[in-house]
């Protein structure tokens, strides 16, 4: 193991012996004993692979509490590699989670390196990780510049890891931005850089990514045959990955017409969760379940499940996954004929997003045109039962004559996806192409 840096021989030797599977590595690392490891340094590293690893075994959870936890012991009596790898193990584990802890420690992480000149492998880190956090927040140019400055380092400082990681991550902003030839690129690119390295588990996680830019009406079939090979080396995988998969694969059935399937696929994953954690671990799991649940015809059981989230995991989620979980609440309470309740998660939604127009944000009790579209997706629901709740609520938007672009920014999907659900609702609604799906919508609300 080549980082971090400065370690005991006798602990360089224990970290290199862990297996690559995160669960038994995690089993392995207890055998180590701590005490033996008098350096501080020791102590950091430790405490940074332990977190990677708690991350990966989907208990991101306790990986937040350990390195806050040994963020409290840090001074300035510590050397400045201790302070920078216990600020930088931080951040790392708190990007999907809280991005403002994130944003506060990554910051002072580079402040370290930039001071104490502390060397390319903890300047790409650093920088690679202030690329995940400006991700998270939308600041796609920032995001871009530093996985720039990265790749720009690495020309002449050589490591793989940093390399496959920035590559995930630049293909994932292109994912957001809907430049789906360019992200299968980067995946592809880092999924090599992974083979490189014999990380077994890199390569599956581009693998899934792969599959994921993949996910559309023409080529959703590759998608889930790529998922499925994955399902089938589970053995071989962490529990977090796997959990990701089968929630990935689950959206492609759905998105191939198995609702059922879906469910199913939910289901296991949730099974993999452990959401009632403080940390709001499993709410936007919560809330899709939820959603397979109401396309099943499970009404009462995804309301029970929505209520869960709202009750148990809301208040310490982060503030992106809130107003995702309020949304797809809405859609629920919609479908279970409650526009009461799907007002309010609306009301609350526009509240908290950020991201929304200045003129948009007001109350939705106030606002006649979320009102009407309540109104019309539960007629929709009541008229074609085979739609489901989503499909309902992005046909009350066709019906305004949106485009998808703007549907997609509104029901915080993706172009593909909204452009994929109209397709559905054609089929569902037996259109041919003499029909329009506006037409057909504007007749069942108003009838």
Known sequence: MSFPQGLSGELSAALAALSPIPEQALIELEKVEEARFATRRDAAALVYLRSRLLRAAGDG???CELTHSFLQTIDSTDEPYVRWLAYFSTAN????RDTTFAELNVEKAMKLVRQYGLGPAASTRTTNCMGCVRTDQGRIKEAFQCFSDVLRELREYSDDEVLGSVLHNQGVLYS?????AEARQQYHEASTVFARLGDRVGVATMEMAIAMVSASPDVGEDSLRMLNELVAKSLELPKGLLK???????MVRELLGDPSGGLEDFEQAFSMLNPNNASGAGLLEVAGLARML???DRVEDAVRWIEFGRNHLMEHARARHVVDFLVESSRVYTQSGDAGKALEALAMAYERNEALLVEERRSITNDPHVVLRTTHAAALKKKYPALGATEAIACTYFLEGLSAKEVAARMHLSVRTIESIRQR???KLGLDSSRSLESV???AVVT
């Open 61 to 63: 959870a306790s990986a």
């Open 294 to 296: 109401a396309a099943n």
């Open 441 to 443: 919508i504007r007749l």
């Open 425 to 427: 609702c054609r089929k």
């Open 93 to 96: 584990v708190h990007i999907s």
């Open 244 to 250: 990701q998969i089968y929630l990935n694969r689950g």
């Open 176 to 180: 957001h931005l809907g430049r789906y």
